[in-house]
């Protein structure tokens, strides 16, 4: 007989009585085509696209221990590779553990006249409460989860509604993935503050990527992301073992303006940052789209086109020139 446990997006085979065997994801391909949810309670939800894992969310919170409080303190979505068997996103290890897949947060959260850290968590946790919606079918799966916001003494300074869609993308990339996030100030006004390296929504790649060989690219000519705002989006590309990965992030014009990307280190963290107060009672609304490609960065003209999409555009946009930038 045996127990399974799952430890940083990885299951883990425990005989009882013999050793522990370890599976990055399912030992087969499921049957099927197309998308499907398969959930683990209180472990994770994985997304399968034709049964292979392509994607898993994170939602487990542990405080039965500091280190599972640790590895635990807020939901966030592994990307997985093509076979559906390795995650190439990182996990709560290695260099800043804190950056995790997809994921949301801010470093000076305001509320009451004082300041929390929900980006590296020292002020509380995000906990993922329940799933309000599943769906998934041939063409899409999507999923809303409900996570609250909470101080160290368990009071919910904010409500998250977060949703995630994917799809395949269009040719060259691998998977299209939609995160929206609604957050809503339940009890007092809430001021989302930091700054670009600190704030936002993220994608950071699996720590053992090769740092000498991250490169980002911006749509405009003599990008500076350090100065630059409002891109429509950034793409970064990062090589794992021998094989290279591409992911854009891309940034939808309802989304607040002033919104400055971090994208420049050689570790691969990459995201949009802005600061908004919320009064209230009321909620904001935020959408990106992240394209994932197996190895070099889809044309300016393809990425274009998917914010086109993305956007709500009307007519198609130009296709803009770009820059390609070494990481710092």
């Not at 399912?26 to 049957?31: K, N, S, T």
Request: hydrophobic fraction near 35%; include cysteine.
């Amino acid at each position: 007989m045996a127990r399974w446990s799952l430890v940083g997006g990885v299951l883990i085979s425990i005989a009882l009585g013999g050793p522990a065997l370890a599976l990055a994801a399912a030992d087969a391909p499921l049957p099927g085509k197309g998308f499907s949810l398969k959930e683990k309670p209180g472990e994770c939800l994985d997304v399968l696209l034709d049964g292979r894992v392509a994607a898993r969310y994170m939602c487990a919170y542990d405080k039965s221990t500091p280190k599972r409080l640790h590895d635990t303190n807020k939901p966030y979505l592994h990307v997985f590779d093509a076979e559906g068997k390795q995650p190439i996103t990182n996990g709560p290890s290695g260099l800043y553990p804190h950056h995790r897949g997809i994921f949301i947060g801010w470093t000076r959260l305001g509320f009451e006249g004082r300041s929390y850290d929900f980006w590296g968590m020292g002020s509380g946790e995000i906990v993922h409460q329940k799933l309000l919606d599943q769906k998934a079918g041939p063409d899409r799966a999507t999923f809303t989860s409900l996570t609250h916001w909470n101080d160290k003494a368990g009071r919910t300074l904010v409500v998250e509604e977060r949703t995630m869609a994917f799809r395949r993308g269009p040719a060259g990339v691998r998977l299209a993935i939609d995160f929206t996030s609604k957050l809503r100030a339940p009890a007092c006004d809430v001021m989302l503050d930091g700054d670009p390296e600190h704030a936002g929504v993220h994608y950071r790649p699996a720590n053992q990527l090769d740092v000498k060989k991250t490169l980002y690219v911006f749509p405009r000519e003599k990008a500076n992301a350090k100065v630059d705002l409002d891109y429509p989006w950034v793409g970064e590309t990062y090589t794992l073992g021998n094989k290279q990965y591409s992911v854009v992030q891309m940034n939808h014009p309802d989304n607040p303006r002033g919104t400055k990307f971090s994208a420049y280190r050689d570790y691969g963290r990459f995201g949009a940052f802005f600061t908004k107060t919320l009064r209230s009672g009321d909620s904001l609304m935020v959408k990106y789209r992240f394209l994932v490609a197996d190895g070099e960065m889809p044309r300016a003209a393809v990425i274009q086109k998917c914010w086109d999409e993305h956007a709500g555009a009307s007519s198609p946009s130009a296709v803009p020139r770009t820059s390609v930038v070494p990481a710092d």
